[in-house]
């Protein structure tokens, strides 16, 4: 079965300072992964995704996230945090299950950006 | 414009008294999927369905029933709402499974007292 591990609840950085938000994932067969973001009272907006191509996978806004199989892990980064990144960042993903598809969100990591 | 509604987006209601949250989608997905969410605990799949009368339970099915009679909507039913299914709630679609983004609905705010 497929789990999703955001190690950090919250995250603080000052602005102009780099991001870095970690996920660590399970999945019994070949996952797909997520990142997505939510700001405060808004639904949810795709950042980026992997899907078995290139392990460096950019998104919007300038984020980034690296897929690295042997860590089970696929951080989300940014280099330079802007005040607009405040959110609710979610690490996702999808695979396979017995007798499905399931779709699994980590619970969360909340970003500050501190001016 | 392609979307995902949903109605209503704000809903009280007591407990035991039936409820349906509709989800509509305009983009021709296949897939479609509930998720409740809650403090902490991020989104958690209620169910899904991967084309028109196939659906299938994801990690927190208990309480809620849904029906894809149409490719386009997938309502979720609460026939016996409890206090415990007090959550926001969020329609999905996409394309396919996997490696598909997932579109969302603005979600549904229930209350149930």
């Known amino acids: 079965a497929q789990s999703v591990t955001q190690l950090d609840s919250h995250v603080s950085v000052s602005e102009g300072t780099p991001v870095l938000l970690r996920c660590n994932y399970s999945s019994s067969y070949s996952p797909s992964l997520f990142w997505y973001v939510q700001h405060p009272n808004k639904g949810l907006q795709l950042l980026l995704k992997y899907t078995s191509a290139a392990t460096l996978v950019k998104g919007i806004n300038g984020f980034e996230a690296e897929f690295k199989k042997s860590e089970t892990s696929f951080h989300l980064t940014k280099p330079s945090a802007h005040m607009s990144d405040a959110a609710e960042y979610f690490c996702?993903?999808?695979?396979?299950?017995?007798?499905?598809?399931?779709?699994?969100f980590g619970a969360g990591t909340r970003l500050f950006v501190k001016a | 414009e392609a979307q995902v509604t949903q109605n209503p987006r704000y809903l009280i209601t007591v407990t035991g008294k039936k409820l349906t949250v509709t989800c509509s989608q305009n983009m021709n997905h296949e897939y479609m999927s509930w998720y409740r969410q809650d403090p902490g605990l991020g989104l958690r799949q209620i169910y899904y369905s991967m084309n028109v009368e196939v659906t299938d339970k994801g990690d927190v099915p208990e309480g809620y029933k849904v029906s894809r009679k149409e490719k386009r909507n997938f309502p979720l039913i609460l026939e016996s709402p409890s206090p415990n299914q007090t959550s926001l709630y969020f329609c999905?679609?996409?394309?396919?499974?996997?490696?598909?983004?997932?579109?969302f609905g603005p979600g549904t705010r229930l209350t149930v007292t």
């Open positions: 996702v993903v999808s695979d396979r299950d017995t007798g499905g598809f399931k779709t699994i």
């Open positions: 999905a679609s996409s394309f396919g499974t996997s490696g598909y983004e997932q579109y």
